[in-house]
Nanobody, 115 residues
Framework: QVQLVESGGGLVQPGGSLRLSCATS????????LAWYRQAPGKQRELVAT???????NYAISVKGRFTISRDNAKNTVYLQMDSLKPEDTAVYYC?????????WGQGTQVTVSS
């Protein structure tokens, strides 16, 4: 049974930091590409960051330089370190794992950036 479970969301002030975690099970984690997406109310889901099985990363322009995606293959976990947070970062953040035709999503964790 495949599971992706996000955690680490919460309320933070502008300029603050959060670290999101996505713990996975039921997949061969080391060969999957992992990604973080986010979706704000009334808006389309957007890609935030990706990390390949080889460790290559890509970021949305809106978060580049502020967010860092990483993975720990020993723990089957992918992280999103979020620094210098802005109100426009407020969204539900989702973890996604893909490999070939396989595509799995977590249920999301809420991040709210507000004064």
């Amino acid at each position: 049974q495949v599971q992706l479970v996000e955690s680490g969301g919460g309320l933070v002030q502008p300029g603050g930091s959060l670290r999101l975690s996505c713990a996975t099970s039921g997949i061969i984690f080391s060969i999957y590409t992992l990604a973080w997406y986010r979706q704000a109310p009334g808006k389309q889901r957007e890609l935030v960051a990706t990390i390949t099985s080889g460790g290559s990363t890509n970021y949305a322009i809106s978060v580049k330089g502020r967010f860092t995606i990483s993975r720990d293959n020993a723990k089957n976990t992918v992280y999103l370190q979020m620094d210098s947070l802005k109100p426009e970062d407020t969204a539900v953040y989702y973890c996604r794992g893909t490999r070939f035709t396989f595509d799995y999503w977590g249920q999301g964790t809420q991040v709210t950036v507000s004064s």
